[in-house]
């Protein structure tokens, strides 16, 4: 279990985590984590291309690390309650 506190905490490192912690960390909040598992990242706005056979579905796939704006701590587990 983790004990770590911080000002904000983002649940999900994917599409919509992702931006709201970069525009967070650019509006001056310096004490935010990101709460991801996985070490990559699929871009799903992207699949919609897959679905219509434009794009193949390896196109949408990045390493999560590239894509953690910097400055926030991220946190390569599962989130499992909150309180």
Known sequence: MTTT???IVI???GSAGIPVA???L???YSDLAVVEPSDK????PRWTLVGGGCASAATSERIEASV??????????AAAAFR
């Open 5 to 7: 506190r911080h000002q």
């Open 26 to 28: 650019k509006k001056g």
């Open 11 to 13: 649940i999900g490192g």
């Open 41 to 44: 990242h699929y871009y799903h």
């Open 22 to 24: 970069a525009r967070l």
């Open 68 to 77: 953690m704006p910097k400055g926030a701590t991220w946190i390569r587990k």
